[in-house]
C-alpha cells in the first residue's frame, strides 16, 4: 500500500519558516515526479510545487521564490522549505506522486498543518 506521512507543520509568525518533510512507502519514490499541495478550508486543493524524477522544479507563483521543493531518493523523502511565509499559506499542507499536472495516487496522508499568524 501506499503510504504518504507529512509532517513539519506547526505555528509560525509571518516571515517565519518551515521545513515540511514528506516519508513515503510502497512504491518506487525515485521512480514518480513528487508534489506538494495544500488545502485550507473552504478552499480547493491546490498544488503548490513539485519536482521532477531528475531536478526540475514547479512553483505556485505565490509561492515562487519562498519556498524550495527538494528530494532525497536515498530516504523516499520529500521536503518543503518554506520561508517568508504569509497568512495566506495557512492550510494543511499534503504530498503526492504527480502525474500530467494531477496527484498520482488516490490514497492521502494525513496533511500537516501549516498555520501563519502573528
Known amino acids: 500500500q501506499v503510504q504518504l506521512v507529512e509532517s513539519g507543520g506547526g505555528l509560525v509568525q509571518p516571515e517565519g519558516s518551515l521545513r515540511l518533510s514528506c516519508t513515503t512507502s510502497?512504491?518506487?519514490?525515485?521512480?514518480?515526479?513528487m508534489a506538494w499541495y495544500r488545502q485550507a478550508p473552504g478552499k480547493q486543493r491546490e498544488r503548490v510545487a513539485s519536482?521532477?524524477?531528475?531536478?526540475?522544479?514547479y512553483y505556485e507563483v505565490s509561492v515562487k521564490g519562498r519556498f524550495t521543493i527538494s528530494r532525497d531518493n536515498t530516504k523516499n523523502t520529500l521536503y518543503l522549505q518554506m520561508s517568508g511565509l504569509k497568512p495566506e499559506d495557512t492550510a494543511i499542507y499534503y504530498c503526492?506522486?504527480?502525474?500530467?499536472?494531477?496527484?498520482?495516487?488516490?490514497?492521502w496522508g494525513q496533511g500537516t498543518q501549516v498555520t501563519v499568524s502573528s
Open positions: 510502497g512504491f518506487r519514490f525515485s521512480a514518480y515526479a
Open positions: 503526492n506522486a504527480i502525474n500530467q499536472g494531477r496527484p498520482n495516487w488516490a490514497s
Open positions: 519536482i521532477g524524477t531528475e531536478t526540475d522544479t
